[in-house]
């Protein structure tokens, strides 16, 4: 029995918050149920007692994060219920009067309210709440909350006070950080939102408080620089900075008054002195100072996102971080490497293969994000016709346009001066080619860090550089300065020439494979004996692959050239190779990663499918580590993913690629290894069937054999494993064909069963759409029904008793077992079916009874008279005639038409069978009406009309038809739905002048055999099967095969003949349409 809610009282709200605090309460549950009751039918008083509950500090917290779920529900009605309360305007000002004083102060105003009892009022302590982070920031996060919800109230208070408050002298430090913790914490969201009513708000905030805000962050900054620690209000102000500038540069540098401009104009200046002054620093001292590094980054942070964001009003900017960025980048870098010849050029690079930058990796990063952007930005493009500034410069008649992307219109002078300083005055050719040749050949090689790692776990090495993120790494960032001169038209044929000519040197990569073959093993982990060219011409590969595209497109480069010349010869040179080094495979590796770029190039007979599934395969040669192993996958995965012509010979050697593929995912211990090995068997399959092929029993069993094995030990977080096993059986099974679930069905089985038992549900909650896919393909290819197969079919049940979020399936599912189960499957489950039904027939939206819809007709079309018993007898036949008499009253709550469309085809479907069934239920009390035959009959007119589908239409029609005589002793039947017929004979005929034109052309052009669903809904995995299936049982569905042209003749010459009708005029005109 469900126990009563408390009454809300003070007591008992903090006894509940306390359950909260706790945790591990037995009562918790019911503590819960409390707070959401309180919520729900007492919403005003019980936000009052939450805060009134913040006096008390054992459950303050609780409290806090209570009244955060109260504001995000109750708050601001936004539509979604109408039975929700909300808050009344004393409450909601009580609230926002306790978060302020909370976040500036510490303050809370109820404790000067003498009403209020409990002990905690007259011992309440300020400096407590100031100094707890963890209030701080609960109540932070419900005021942010709060003021998203009072927009654009709040900028008549809150932000102006808060930035007082964190400027304030009189404030103490702990104060003034929480103040403008609650600042930052309210930019930060706001500037995620898209809505152009906030960013509107956000830019006048910014125009009318970034001066001050700036002049602050300089007070602190300059205290920094005088070796004072970097302190949590300084950061705080050059964060909450950032977000004003990344949301409103243009604009302030557009506003009227010129002291938001010049501010902004200090604040880049002190950026710029700070960073001067720490790169001198740098020089000179080799110590790492940790507040200054974080200072820099800090700043730097937002010199790269503000420039993101604004690239043309940043342009004032541009060349003072241009010049400053390109020294930091080439710091340690003495001389260049532009001049000589090629040899020169690779010596150059080898002799410094090992220097590293003196300047931090965080810091390197971002001089690196920041040329990538500048490089890439398409408003500084010198071609007018590709520069996306150009159509938005402003006219002098035109206004300024701000959209809800951030868009701007810009003073043309602005758009020049930015691509006069990108791309006329700093981005030289010798610049961009210094800036070039310094990425490939030394950020982008392999860091002696990533060496050790490689050797340590070479699997781990493969999965974490594959995650790599410019923002967090050298190499990758790198790679993305690299990619914007590549993808620049004004910095490409800089570029692109250089590298070709690199790989046009066939000697030297030769030379440097044969190096990295004899190389001498590592010693004691080090990366020393690795020889500086293979390092070098591994990076150089890697711009190739990013370059592919590029390259195509200019002259002297041909790649399918290049790989016959260099290329295979150095892969097959490898894979043949079953040496003992302890050397890590660096260039083996990239050569093959470099295939997967441009494998859509290659032509079948120079495919490099034969030495890639020999690396997957080969046991014996250590230097196909796991890092190549995995990369050669990779691969073959693109390959098969893009229908690749090198990757045919993918079918001629299947089962081989898949065995190894089950070895290797094995003898891998990584979840993503795994995973990513189990996803190509896959591509496989398909590839084949694709292709045209047959998938062979021995590829098929090649393929399923090792996953009973493989699924069992997919526990815990390997659990994912098993979607991928779901995918192999439901290709197989379909590739296979009719029969197919006989052979897998053991498989299968187990699978099905695993994954849907309600012990396992919340393990395999993720999966269970593609379980039950499967489950669907698995019958749609089922030849001959067996009990084993229908002892599942309670599992389905229960999983719609949970809830109807896989109803459609479901609905399949159930529909497959009756086509291929009839009698059989119908005398076993009758009573899970008849659950079935009084689950979700009168309880699942309009859009899910179609699916219902489809198991109805399936029963009814297998097994007219039984299946209308098993309705009646269950009490379905019921509720659909209770909802058909609501829909007929107009009852406002009454199923919409396409639902009385879905019960009515069943209706005719029982009632031309066994048209006396439902006369002991007539007539039905609706309240208002009493729904009889008659009323039955007329909603069938009502509804019979060009709206109704056309196969529900000629269903009806050959229903109603069926009641008229002549009908075995030339009289019709005696039930209650026959007299009505005859009381409604004008109306029916009229409506059938208006349907059966549509019907007759139906039936000349094939006919519906099924009722419409919904076109993107179609489930393609055995669908042919399922067509052939549904097809075979029309053709034994006696309605169906009723042409109702004939039907309608033989009842309306009868009709006719002995005056049925009292308007021969509509007889006439519907024996016209007959003929």
């Given at each position: 029995?469900?126990?009563?809610?408390?009454?809300?009282?003070?007591?008992?709200?903090?006894?509940?918050?306390?359950?909260?605090?706790?945790?591990?309460?037995?009562?918790?549950?019911?503590?819960?149920?409390?707070?959401?009751?309180?919520?729900?039918?007492?919403?005003?008083?019980?936000?009052?007692?939450?805060?009134?509950?913040?006096?008390?500090?054992?459950?303050?917290l609780a409290a806090l994060l209570s009244l955060k779920a109260v504001v995000k529900q109750s708050w601001k009605d936004r539509g979604r219920s109408s039975q929700r309360h909300f808050l009344d305007e004393p409450t909601k000002q009580q609230v926002r009067a306790l978060l302020l004083s909370f976040v500036t102060t510490g303050e809370n105003p109820l404790v000067h309210q003498e009403t209020i009892d409990g002990q905690y009022r007259n011992q309440y302590n300020a400096e407590s709440v100031v100094q707890d982070r963890t209030v701080q920031a609960a109540?932070?996060?419900?005021?942010?909350?709060?003021?998203?919800?009072?927009?654009?109230?709040?900028?008549?208070?809150?932000?102006?006070?808060?930035?007082?408050?964190?400027?304030?002298?009189?404030?103490?430090?702990?104060?003034?950080?929480?103040?403008?913790?609650?600042?930052?914490?309210?930019?930060?969201?706001?500037?995620?939102?898209?809505?152009?009513?906030?960013?509107?708000?956000?830019?006048?905030?910014?125009?009318?408080?970034?001066?001050?805000?700036?002049?602050?962050?300089?007070?602190?900054?300059?205290?920094?620089?005088?070796?004072?620690?970097?302190s949590e209000t300084c950061s705080l102000l050059i964060r909450t900075i950032r977000y004003l500038l990344h949301s409103s540069l243009t604009n302030i540098t557009e506003s009227p008054g010129q002291a938001s401009r010049a501010a902004v104009d200090q604040w880049m200046k002190l950026i710029f002195d700070c960073s001067a002054a720490y790169l001198t620093k740098r020089q000179q001292e080799s110590v790492n100072d940790v507040e200054s590094i974080r200072l820099i980054q800090l700043m730097w942070e937002l010199v790269v996102e503000v420039q993101q964001a604004h690239p043309i009003a940043f342009g004032r900017y541009l060349e003072l971080f241009l010049n400053m960025y390109y020294n930091v980048i080439f710091l340690g870098f003495d001389g260049t490497s532009s001049v000589g010849d090629l040899q020169t050029f690779l010596k150059y690079y080898e002799d410094r293969m090992h220097h590293s930058s003196p300047m931090p990796d965080e810091l390197l990063i971002l001089a690196l994000r920041f040329m990538a952007n500048v490089a890439s930005c398409s408003q500084y493009l010198p071609d007018a016709e590709t520069n996306e500034a150009v159509p938005n410069i402003r006219s002098d008649e035109a206004r300024t346009n701000i959209t809800a992307k951030g868009d701007a219109q810009f003073q043309q002078s602005d758009v020049q001066h930015a691509v006069h300083v990108v791309w006329n005055s700093f981005f030289s050719s010798h610049r961009v080619c210094d800036l070039a040749d310094l990425c490939i050949c030394h950020f982008?090689?392999?860091?002696?860090?990533?060496?050790?790692?490689?050797?340590?776990?070479?699997?781990?090495?493969?999965?974490?550089?594959?995650?790599?993120?410019?923002?967090?790494?050298?190499?990758?960032?790198?790679?993305?300065?690299?990619?914007?001169?590549?993808?620049?038209?004004?910095?490409?044929?800089?570029?692109?020439?250089?590298?070709?000519?690199?790989?046009?040197?066939?000697?030297?990569?030769?030379?440097?494979?044969r190096q990295e073959i004899v190389g001498k093993p590592v010693a004691n982990g080090?990366?020393?004996?690795?020889?500086?060219?293979?390092?070098?011409?591994?990076?150089?590969?890697?711009?190739?692959?990013?370059?592919?595209?590029?390259?195509?497109?200019?002259?002297?480069?041909?790649?399918?050239?290049?790989?016959?010349?260099?290329?295979?010869?150095?892969?097959?040179?490898?894979?043949?190779?079953?040496?003992?080094?302890?050397?890590?495979?660096?260039?083996?590796?990239?050569i093959v990663w470099l295939l997967g770029c441009n494998a859509s190039g290659l032509s079948r007979d120079l495919s490099p499918f034969q030495p890639l599934i020999k690396i997957i395969s080969c046991n014996t040669s250590k230097s196909n580590d796991s890092a190549v192993k995995l990369t050669a996958v990779q691969v073959i995965s693109t390959m098969l993913g893009n229908f690749d012509e090198a990757a045919a010979d993918c079918a001629l050697h299947a089962e081989f690629i898949i065995d190894s593929l089950y070895r290797l995912a094995i003898e891998f211990v990584e979840l993503e290894s795994q995973s990513m090995l189990l996803d190509v068997i896959p591509l496989v399959l398909l590839y084949i069937t694709g292709t045209g092929r047959d998938i062979t029993a021995t590829?098929?069993?090649?393929?399923?054999?090792?996953?009973?094995?493989?699924?069992?030990?997919?526990?815990?977080?390997?659990?994912?494993?098993?979607?991928?096993?779901i995918t192999i059986l439901s290709i197989v099974t379909s590739s296979i064909g009719p029969g197919a679930s006989e052979i897998?069905?053991?498989?299968?089985?187990?699978?099905?069963?695993?994954?849907?038992?309600?012990?396992?549900?919340?393990?395999?909650?993720?999966?269970?759409?593609?379980?039950?896919?499967?489950?669907?393909?698995?019958?749609?290819?089922?030849?001959?029904?067996?009990?084993?197969?229908?002892?599942?079919?309670?599992?389905?049940?229960?999983?719609?008793?949970?809830?109807?979020?896989?109803?459609?399936?479901?609905?399949?599912?159930?529909?497959?077992?009756?086509?291929?189960?009839?009698?059989?499957?119908?005398?076993?489950?009758?009573?899970?079916?008849?659950?079935?039904?009084?689950?979700?027939?009168?309880?699942?939206?309009?859009?899910?009874?179609?699916?219902?819809?489809?198991?109805?007709?399936?029963?009814?079309?297998?097994?007219?008279?039984?299946?209308?018993?098993?309705?009646?007898?269950?009490?379905?036949?019921?509720?659909?005639?209770?909802?058909?008499?609501?829909?007929?009253?107009?009852?406002?709550?009454?199923?919409p038409d396409r639902v009385i469309t879905v019960y009515l085809n069943a209706l005719s479907r029982i009632l031309v069978v066994s048209p006396d069934l439902l006369d002991h239920l007539f007539p039905l009390n609706t309240g208002a009406v009493s729904f009889g035959g008659r009323e039955l009959i007329h909603l069938y007119i009502k509804l019979l009309n060009d709206e109704t589908p056309i196969y529900s239409q000629i269903l009806w029609m050959k229903f109603l038809f069926s009641l008229l005589p002549p009908s075995g002793a030339s009289s019709a039947p005696e039930c209650q739905i026959t007299?009505?017929?005859?009381?409604?004979?004008?109306?029916?005929?009229?409506?059938?002048?208006?349907?059966?034109?549509?019907?007759?052309?139906?039936?000349?052009?094939?006919?519906?055999?099924?009722?419409?669903?919904?076109?993107?809904?179609?489930?393609?995995?055995?669908?042919?099967?399922?067509?052939?299936?549904?097809?075979?049982?029309?053709?034994?569905?006696?309605?169906a095969q009723v042409d109702l042209m004939d039907l309608a003749r033989e009842k309306v010459a009868f009709s006719k003949s002995n005056g049925r009708t009292t308007d021969p005029g509509l007889l006439t005109a519907l024996i016209k349409i007959l003929q």
């Amino acid at each position: 029995m469900k126990e009563e809610c408390p009454p809300l009282t003070l007591p008992n709200v903090e006894a509940a918050l306390h359950c909260l605090t706790l945790g591990s309460s037995n009562n918790l549950k019911q503590a819960e149920g409390a707070l959401l009751s309180w919520q729900k039918q007492q919403v005003n008083p019980y936000t009052f007692a939450l805060l009134c509950a913040t006096l008390n500090p054992q459950v303050r917290l609780a409290a806090l994060l209570s009244l955060k779920a109260v504001v995000k529900q109750s708050w601001k009605d936004r539509g979604r219920s109408s039975q929700r309360h909300f808050l009344d305007e004393p409450t909601k000002q009580q609230v926002r009067a306790l978060l302020l004083s909370f976040v500036t102060t510490g303050e809370n105003p109820l404790v000067h309210q003498e009403t209020i009892d409990g002990q905690y009022r007259n011992q309440y302590n300020a400096e407590s709440v100031v100094q707890d982070r963890t209030v701080q920031a609960a109540a932070t996060s419900c005021l942010v909350q709060v003021a998203l919800f009072d927009l654009p109230k709040i900028s008549q208070d809150l932000v102006p006070l808060l930035v007082n408050h964190a400027m304030s002298q009189q404030q103490h430090v702990v104060q003034k950080r929480n103040s403008m913790f609650a600042l930052e914490a309210l930019f930060e969201e706001l500037s995620e939102k898209r809505l152009l009513g906030i960013k509107q708000y956000l830019r006048t905030v910014a125009v009318n408080h970034v001066a001050s805000l700036i002049q602050e962050g300089a007070r602190h900054v300059t205290m920094v620089g005088m070796d004072a620690t970097l302190s949590e209000t300084c950061s705080l102000l050059i964060r909450t900075i950032r977000y004003l500038l990344h949301s409103s540069l243009t604009n302030i540098t557009e506003s009227p008054g010129q002291a938001s401009r010049a501010a902004v104009d200090q604040w880049m200046k002190l950026i710029f002195d700070c960073s001067a002054a720490y790169l001198t620093k740098r020089q000179q001292e080799s110590v790492n100072d940790v507040e200054s590094i974080r200072l820099i980054q800090l700043m730097w942070e937002l010199v790269v996102e503000v420039q993101q964001a604004h690239p043309i009003a940043f342009g004032r900017y541009l060349e003072l971080f241009l010049n400053m960025y390109y020294n930091v980048i080439f710091l340690g870098f003495d001389g260049t490497s532009s001049v000589g010849d090629l040899q020169t050029f690779l010596k150059y690079y080898e002799d410094r293969m090992h220097h590293s930058s003196p300047m931090p990796d965080e810091l390197l990063i971002l001089a690196l994000r920041f040329m990538a952007n500048v490089a890439s930005c398409s408003q500084y493009l010198p071609d007018a016709e590709t520069n996306e500034a150009v159509p938005n410069i402003r006219s002098d008649e035109a206004r300024t346009n701000i959209t809800a992307k951030g868009d701007a219109q810009f003073q043309q002078s602005d758009v020049q001066h930015a691509v006069h300083v990108v791309w006329n005055s700093f981005f030289s050719s010798h610049r961009v080619c210094d800036l070039a040749d310094l990425c490939i050949c030394h950020f982008m090689a392999i860091s002696p860090e990533a060496i050790e790692d490689w050797v340590a776990d070479p699997e781990n090495y493969f999965i974490t550089e594959d995650s790599r993120d410019a923002k967090e790494n050298v190499a990758v960032s790198a790679q993305a300065l690299f990619c914007s001169f590549i993808e620049a038209l004004a910095a490409r044929p800089i570029v692109v020439p250089r590298l070709i000519a690199l790989l046009n040197d066939s000697e030297s990569q030769m030379n440097v494979c044969r190096q990295e073959i004899v190389g001498k093993p590592v010693a004691n982990g080090s990366c020393s004996k690795i020889h500086p060219s293979v390092v070098l011409w591994e990076a150089i590969y890697t711009a190739a692959g990013l370059s592919t595209t590029v390259l195509e497109d200019f002259e002297g480069w041909d790649f399918q050239s290049w790989y016959r010349r260099v290329l295979l010869p150095c892969l097959n040179v490898f894979v043949s190779n079953n040496d003992s080094t302890q050397l890590i495979p660096l260039l083996r590796r990239r050569i093959v990663w470099l295939l997967g770029c441009n494998a859509s190039g290659l032509s079948r007979d120079l495919s490099p499918f034969q030495p890639l599934i020999k690396i997957i395969s080969c046991n014996t040669s250590k230097s196909n580590d796991s890092a190549v192993k995995l990369t050669a996958v990779q691969v073959i995965s693109t390959m098969l993913g893009n229908f690749d012509e090198a990757a045919a010979d993918c079918a001629l050697h299947a089962e081989f690629i898949i065995d190894s593929l089950y070895r290797l995912a094995i003898e891998f211990v990584e979840l993503e290894s795994q995973s990513m090995l189990l996803d190509v068997i896959p591509l496989v399959l398909l590839y084949i069937t694709g292709t045209g092929r047959d998938i062979t029993a021995t590829v098929a069993n090649a393929s399923v054999s090792p996953l009973p094995s493989i699924w069992d030990c997919a526990c815990g977080e390997r659990v994912l494993l098993r979607r991928s096993i779901i995918t192999i059986l439901s290709i197989v099974t379909s590739s296979i064909g009719p029969g197919a679930s006989e052979i897998l069905f053991p498989i299968s089985f187990h699978v099905l069963a695993s994954s849907l038992n309600t012990s396992a549900s919340v393990d395999h909650a993720f999966q269970v759409d593609e379980t039950l896919l499967l489950w669907l393909t698995t019958l749609r290819f089922t030849e001959t029904y067996s009990e084993p197969i229908g002892t599942l079919f309670p599992t389905l049940v229960g999983l719609l008793e949970v809830d109807f979020e896989h109803l459609r399936l479901s609905m399949m599912i159930t529909e497959m077992y009756i086509l291929i189960g009839g009698k059989a499957f119908l005398i076993s489950h009758s009573e899970s079916l008849c659950k079935l039904f009084r689950l979700t027939i009168d309880n699942v939206r309009p859009r899910g009874v179609k699916y219902i819809g489809l198991v109805l007709e399936a029963l009814l079309r297998e097994c007219p008279r039984e299946g209308g018993l098993l309705l009646l007898s269950s009490g379905i036949l019921e509720t659909m005639l209770r909802s058909c008499a609501l829909n007929y009253t107009e009852n406002p709550h009454c199923e919409p038409d396409r639902v009385i469309t879905v019960y009515l085809n069943a209706l005719s479907r029982i009632l031309v069978v066994s048209p006396d069934l439902l006369d002991h239920l007539f007539p039905l009390n609706t309240g208002a009406v009493s729904f009889g035959g008659r009323e039955l009959i007329h909603l069938y007119i009502k509804l019979l009309n060009d709206e109704t589908p056309i196969y529900s239409q000629i269903l009806w029609m050959k229903f109603l038809f069926s009641l008229l005589p002549p009908s075995g002793a030339s009289s019709a039947p005696e039930c209650q739905i026959t007299p009505a017929l005859d009381d409604l004979m004008v109306p029916f005929l009229s409506q059938c002048i208006l349907c059966l034109p549509s019907a007759k052309h139906v039936r000349e052009s094939g006919g519906p055999y099924k009722p419409e669903l919904y076109d993107e809904e179609t489930i393609y995995a055995g669908q042919e099967r399922y067509e052939a299936i549904l097809r075979h049982a029309v053709s034994k569905d006696d309605i169906a095969q009723v042409d109702l042209m004939d039907l309608a003749r033989e009842k309306v010459a009868f009709s006719k003949s002995n005056g049925r009708t009292t308007d021969p005029g509509l007889l006439t005109a519907l024996i016209k349409i007959l003929q």
